[in-house]
Antibody, heavy 117, light 105 residues
Framework: QVQLVQSGAEVKKPGSSVKVSCKAS????????INWVRQAPGQGLEWMGG????????NFAQKFQGRVTITADESTSTAYMELSSLTSEDTAVYYC??????????WGQGTMVTVSS | SYELTQPPSVSVSPGQTASITCSGD??????ACWYQQKPGQSPVLVLY???KRPSGIPERFSGSISGNTATLTISGTQATDEADYYC????????FGGGTKLTVL
């Protein structure tokens, strides 16, 4: 069974960038899209964007266009999400999720990113 | 931008049926899916393509869609079903609803 394991918690200064990783194990990586979803404290889920590793092309929610970069390394079965120009409003848990048939069927454990001066 | 509307909260007694709605413009033209999220945990997919259950999801979870509204129904609700539930519209935007807190009391 595929598992997605994310990198650990981060504390960042306003204006800096953060890069979160998501490593897949136990199954095929390249042919499924990997998406990124975030959840601010006490708030709902927010889709950020996704990538199909075998194609290397990513798409993004309009809100994050120009500020988020999503990449994938097939050799290590790892996807990355980098968010720049951080503000306190980017404080959230960031999840990666595998996209299967019209849904996100497998989720990572989440990575807490705190933006604080 | 596309929006999905869910009631903030739904309450149900144990053993009864809970229904959670999700409304969006022309939602019936898209697929809807549902996620369950318990405190401190990652979301779990409970329904996809409107009404299909992934392996391991109990039969008491069912779904339907009509017009602009998708509905998640939990029959014979158990205390373990208490959680936040999110709908998602499946198109290029993959937007989520605001979430519904299901309380079993």
């Amino acid at each position: 069974q595929v598992q997605l394991v994310q990198s650990g918690a981060e504390v960042k200064k306003p204006g800096s960038s953060v890069k979160v990783s998501c490593k897949a194990s136990g199954g095929t990586f390249s042919s499924y899209a990997i998406n990124w979803v975030r959840q601010a404290p006490g708030q709902g889920l927010e889709w950020m964007g996704g990538i199909i590793p075998i194609f290397g092309t990513a798409n993004f929610a309009q809100k994050f266009q120009g500020r988020v970069t999503i990449t994938a390394d097939e050799s290590t079965s790892t996807a990355y999400m980098e968010l720049s120009s951080l503000t306190s409003e980017d404080t959230a848990v960031y999840y990666c999720a595998r996209q299967a048939t019209s849904a996100f069927d497998i989720w990572g454990q989440g990575t807490m990113v705190t933006v604080s001066s | 931008s596309y929006e999905l509307t869910q009631p903030p909260s739904v309450s149900v007694s144990p053993g009864q049926t809970a229904s959670i709605t999700c409304s969006g413009d022309k939602l019936g033209d898209k697929y809807a899916c549902w996620y369950q999220q318990k405190p401190g945990q990652s979301p779990v997919l409970v329904l996809y393509q409107d009404s299909k259950r992934p392996s391991g999801i109990p039969e008491r979870f069912s779904g339907s869609i009509s017009g602009n509204t998708a509905t998640l129904t939990i029959s014979g609700t158990q205390a373990t079903d208490e959680a936040d539930y999110y709908c998602q519209a499946w198109d290029s935007s993959k937007v989520f609803g605001g979430g519904t807190k299901l309380t079993v009391l």
